[in-house]
């Protein structure tokens, strides 16, 4: 099991055709490789410098037991993380393409307001390539999209790897979560 101490991360699977989905990314405080099964059956990939803590899957189990207040917390992160993944697979079966990015860039930005972020700035140390594989397209179809919604005036560049969000909600209605 390994706490994400600072930096980000994709997680990521190769099919059997040599495609690769990602699944997810992680960032400072997120844990990884819990799994109920006795293995942890996505790989993962450093996309910025990172500092990890490892600890073990017996120290861990151990950790749980002993003290009543970690139960209920990894509780909770395996109970997102599998909203997460539903969510996903919704975005992924019903969404177009500018609704899939307006969600993506509206679950970054509630994340930065999570951290205790002022400004809204969605930070992106993954690469569009990423951020295509993660939401089912093509590079060109996010880079079009990404135009497209700045064109808009709902989105705007802030440095290299970050955009800001100009307006929230219209955003909101983009992705499809307007109500």
């Given at each position: 099991?390994?706490e994400?101490?600072?930096?980000?991360?994709?997680?990521?699977?190769?099919?059997?055709?040599?495609?690769?989905?990602?699944?997810?990314?992680?960032?400072?405080?997120?844990?990884?490789?819990l799994?109920?099964?006795s293995?942890?059956?996505?790989?993962?990939?450093?996309?910025t410098?990172?500092?990890?803590?490892?600890?073990?899957?017996?120290?861990?189990?151990?950790?749980v037991?002993?003290?009543?207040?970690?139960?209920?917390?990894?509780?909770?992160?395996?109970?997102?993380?599998?909203?997460?993944?539903?969510?996903?697979?919704?975005?992924?079966?019903?969404?177009?393409?500018?609704?899939?990015?307006?969600?993506?860039f509206?679950?970054?930005?509630?994340?930065?307001?999570?951290?205790?972020?002022?400004?809204?700035?969605?930070?992106?140390?993954?690469?569009?390539?990423?951020?295509?594989?993660?939401?089912?397209?093509?590079?060109?179809?996010?880079?079009?999209?990404?135009?497209?919604?700045?064109?808009?005036g709902?989105?705007?560049?802030?440095?290299?790897?970050?955009?800001?969000?100009?307006?929230?909600?219209?955003?909101?209605?983009?992705?499809?979560?307007?109500?």
């Amino acid at each position: 099991i390994f706490e994400i101490v600072e930096g980000s991360l994709r997680i990521f699977r190769i099919l059997p055709d040599g495609r690769r989905v990602i699944t997810g990314f992680l960032h400072d405080g997120d844990i990884l490789g819990l799994s109920l099964k006795s293995h942890y059956i996505y790989s993962a990939e450093a996309i910025t410098g990172l500092t990890i803590r490892r600890l073990s899957r017996k120290a861990f189990e151990s950790e749980v037991a002993n003290c009543a207040a970690i139960g209920p917390v990894v509780f909770s992160q395996m109970a997102d993380e599998m909203a997460a993944a539903q969510d996903q697979m919704v975005l992924l079966s019903t969404k177009n393409a500018e609704e899939r990015l307006c969600s993506f860039f509206l679950k970054g930005l509630q994340r930065t307001c999570r951290d205790g972020n002022v400004e809204p700035v969605v930070h992106l140390p993954m690469t569009r390539l990423d951020i295509a594989d993660y939401l089912g397209l093509t590079v060109e179809t996010v880079s079009r999209t990404v135009t497209k919604l700045i064109g808009k005036g709902v989105l705007a560049p802030a440095g290299r790897h970050a955009m800001k969000v100009l307006r929230r909600g219209v955003l909101a209605q983009l992705a499809g979560d307007g109500d």
